[in-house]
């Protein structure tokens, strides 16, 4: 080869190479924002699982960065946008509708995923459930909308309750509105609703002393994730009270809970992780449309119905998806 023919063929290949590297895909990134401390295990493997059904596995095809708000609510918006400014490919927010919003704040060009948020479209973050426009999509498992039927419950298992007390985090920002709904729902039974409030630890510690003074016969836990991390201190408190008490996710009737009645939490993550994987191989948020779940489940802990006295009615114990003996 003569050496005109070289260079004129070394040129070439240094011209493509800027082209060619630019062809090449580069590892798309997630960005895990959470109101939480940290993961939680079932959550996480679930979420990666649905993931990876769409072809993409952590540490070997896409990478992920996790900021967690430790339950620090005015952090999330710096979070948020240090993700934005990592220039990451999708938002997954979790663990609290302000999650949420933090993301959809800091931007209106980044795909936008949450795993379990109730009423969406109420709290503003879409348009509709079908068509939820702009760059948002995600799950909405029905936690505030079950708790009448959470109510229902509870009151055939402990009829004689004339006074039903509701834990509640005042730091959702739709407390006040969830309250407000559940006062009609008990006026409507002919009972009357009792408010405990508490954001932190050592609120819930102090919040169960007052059942007594308030002659609760039974209690609500309202859906929140603080209280899903809590869930040991929560069962632990209203065993130590002897207070039947229902909660949302299936893990507090593991745990020793009486009843739950809920969507499971995992199978939420789960399908998020498959959106965000669709949304990685090009399917835009605004074309899925929020899902809401089509089974709820059912758990009854007999060995707490034993320890509080209580007969489970055959009724609801035909309908339990599961029983724990």
Known sequence: MRRRELLLLLSGAITAAPALHAQQKTTPVIGFLSSLRGPTPQSSAAFLQGLSQTGYVEGKNVAIEYRWAGFHND?????????????????????????????????????????????????????????????????????????????????????????????????????????????????????KLQTLTAGTESEIDAAFPRLVELHAGALLVSPDPFFNLRREQIVTLASRHAIPAIYEWREFAVAGGLISYGTSLPGMYHLAGGYVGRILNGVKPADLPIEQPTKFELVINLKTAKALGLTIPPVILARADEVIE
């Open 75 to 191: 952090q999330l918006p710096g979070l948020a946008a240090d993700l934005v400014s990592r220039k990451v490919d999708v938002i997954v927010a979790s663990g609290s509708v302000l999650a949420v919003l933090a993301a959809k704040s800091a931007t209106s060009a980044i795909p936008i995923v949450f795993p379990a948020i109730s009423d969406p479209v109420g709290s503003g973050l879409v348009e509709s459930l079908a068509h939820p426009g702009g760059n948002i999509t995600g799950f909405s498992p029905f936690q505030f909308e079950l708790m009448p039927k959470r109510l229902e419950l509870l009151t055939e298992l402990v009829p004689q309750a004339r006074v039903i007390a509701l834990l509640v985090n005042p730091n959702d920002p739709r407390a006040e509105r969830h309250i407000k709904d559940m006062l009609e729902a008990t006026r409507r039974k002919g009972l």
